[in-house]
């Protein structure tokens, strides 16, 4: 059996102490949380859900909606790649479906690789949904969960 140390620990065990970034090892986590209320939305649309301080590191993204429509799909990104964080995966015909960055799929979908993940952002950032697949109405709710240090 073997005892063995993260990358952070190794570097807070070493000597001379190797600084670990506020963002990986004691920082403050914050939360933008925002709501939509669809209403006849067409596919291709966009929904800006948050809005990101520059030099925020992204820790996990999650979205929960209604039913929307049986073959519609949510994507969640930004400016710079559409599908950074959330790819469009299954479809959100049932109310309290969920996506998360860390927790995957409500409905066991298999989670698509994630980019976002620990992405630092370089400029103030907007956070955004591309709806897909069919015209949608109802409820989405959206947490984006960083740290600023």
Known sequence: MASVKGANITNMDATPVV???SENAGG???VFHDTYEASSLA???DITIARIPINATIHDVI?????LAGSSTLTVGDSGDVDRY???VGTWNVAGQSQSMLAGS???APTPP?????YRTTAETD?????GGATISNTIYSWVIYSVE
Do not use: E, M, P, W
Request: glycine share 14%; hydrophobic share 40%; aromatic share 0%.
């Open 86 to 88: 959330l790819t469009a």
């Open 127 to 131: 956070i955004i949904i591309t709806t």
């Open 28 to 30: 403050k986590l914050r």
């Open 114 to 118: 994630v980019t976002g993940l620990g």
């Open 106 to 108: 409500s409905t066991g």
């Open 43 to 45: 596919s291709g649309s």
């Open 63 to 67: 979205i929960k909606a209604d039913a």
């Open 19 to 21: 600084k670990v970034s």
